[in-house]
């Protein structure tokens, strides 16, 4: 986990004293000190596999759209199709640049007839809202970051409902997958999501900043809740196969090369910034595409690692790569360059070509 090198200070969440009174190892990430792991990543990892696993997620952005012209404001921005949405619905889209490449992937909340939420990427905050207020400017719509106004807490693993029902009487049972609703938990007002990020259930808790840490100690305190860092939520995106923003989403990929050409609507009644270049591409021979690769040795391919042929010819690379604990195997995911058979390639791996196999994604898909 890297810094944002454009950072210009590094900031803390409205949870930083907790983390370090857990002891967390806190790292610069995308500008924000973040709690990489508390103990064992393997453990926090596997607890939200098995259990529940409470993340701060409060370096996110929270970007809001208001006013009657705001749905057409996002229609033009973005690729998807949102107009359409229900309120109390949400749907992952991008925000693309005029040649297609992303710039960051996002999460859309419907709130009202008039407002919507943009989650944006924390490294990218300052690009989206850049964008959607460029974008918006013919419509009737105000454009508003209020995201060091928030705190985002996750609660995510297969107890997270059960769990989560004991400091709410919100319908958590009645909330589908990508949906919001506006409750209280634990006594503090809350917006309560089930967009998770782990390949397990769970929910994300949008509150005022000020409330962040009553909120975190009412949730740790239950037993068998287990506060997990970046390195555990990395491990559990990838074998999720969940797309990681600077690994295999960048300004030079678009969606249809990281097989993402479903969130693409070119068929929607409204122009968008970068349609023109989108549907070209969806028009013509796949070029390079990306792919999941389990190892057959113990050495973890990792993000730059070159995929070579059984000749040692390169023909791709790894974006993000990481020991399995769920496979309990090396796993990556990896764009290879167009026409690559998918039989008889390695990783290099500091010099050594270790052996891997083409799957499919997601390496992990929950019962």
């Known amino acids: 986990m890297s810094a944002d090198p454009s950072s210009k200070a590094v900031k803390k ?5 907790v983390h370090q009174d857990l002891g967390a190892h806190l790292v610069d990430f ?9 103990a064992s990543e393997t453990a926090e990892h596997q607890a939200v596999r098995t259990g529940a696993g409470l993340f701060d997620l409060s370096h996110m952005g929270e970007i809001f759209l208001s006013g009657p012209g705001a749905a057409g404001a996002l229609d033009h921005a973005l690729v998807g199709n949102l107009s359409p949405m229900a309120v109390g619905k949400a749907r992952y889209t991008m925000i693309c640049d005029p040649d297609g490449g992303v710039l960051d992937d996002l999460i859309v909340y419907r709130l009202a007839d008039e407002t919507w939420m943009v989650v944006a990427n924390a490294a990218n905050v300052a690009v989206v809202r850049a964008a959607l207020t460029e974008r918006a400017a013919g419509f009737e719509a105000a454009v508003d970051d209020r ?10 693993g297969p107890r997270a409902q059960a769990i989560l029902a004991g400091f709410t009487e919100a319908p958590l049972a009645d909330l ?26 769970g929910f994300e808790l949008f509150v005022d900043a000020s409330d962040a840490v009553a ?17 555990a939520r990395d491990t559990l995106r990838l074998e999720a196969g969940m797309p990681l923003y600077g690994n295999e989403l ?18 929607k009644a409204v122009d968008f910034v970068g349609k023109a270049a989108l549907a070209a591409q969806a028009q013509t021979p796949a070029g390079r595409r990306l792919v999941g690769l389990v190892a057959r040795g113990r050495r973890a391919p990792r993000k730059g690692y070159q ?9 791709g690379v790894v974006t993000s790569g990481a020991p399995s604990p769920t496979l309990g195997r090396p796993i990556a995911m990896a764009y290879l360059d167009s026409g690559v058979e998918e039989t008889g390639l390695a990783v290099d791996v500091r010099g050594r070509q270790e052996p891997v196999d083409v799957v499919a994604l997601p390496f992990y898909k929950r019962s």
């Open 215 to 231: 909120l975190w100690k009412a949730l740790a305190a239950v037993d068998g809740v287990v506060p997990a860092g970046l390195s």
């Open 30 to 38: 995308a500008g924000y000190l973040m709690p990489l792991r508390y």
């Open 176 to 201: 589908r997958y990508y949906a919001i609703l506006a409750d209280r938990v634990a006594g503090l007002d809350a917006l309560i999501a089930r967009t998770g990020y782990t390949g397990e259930d």
């Open 307 to 315: 995929v070579v042929t059984s000749g040692g010819t390169p023909c």
């Open 250 to 267: 960048t300004a030079e990929t678009t969606p249809f090369e990281a097989g993402l050409g479903r969130v693409v609507k070119l068929d």
């Open 13 to 17: 969440t409205p949870l930083h004293d």
């Open 147 to 156: 995201s060091d106004a928030y705190a985002l807490i996750a609660l995510q």
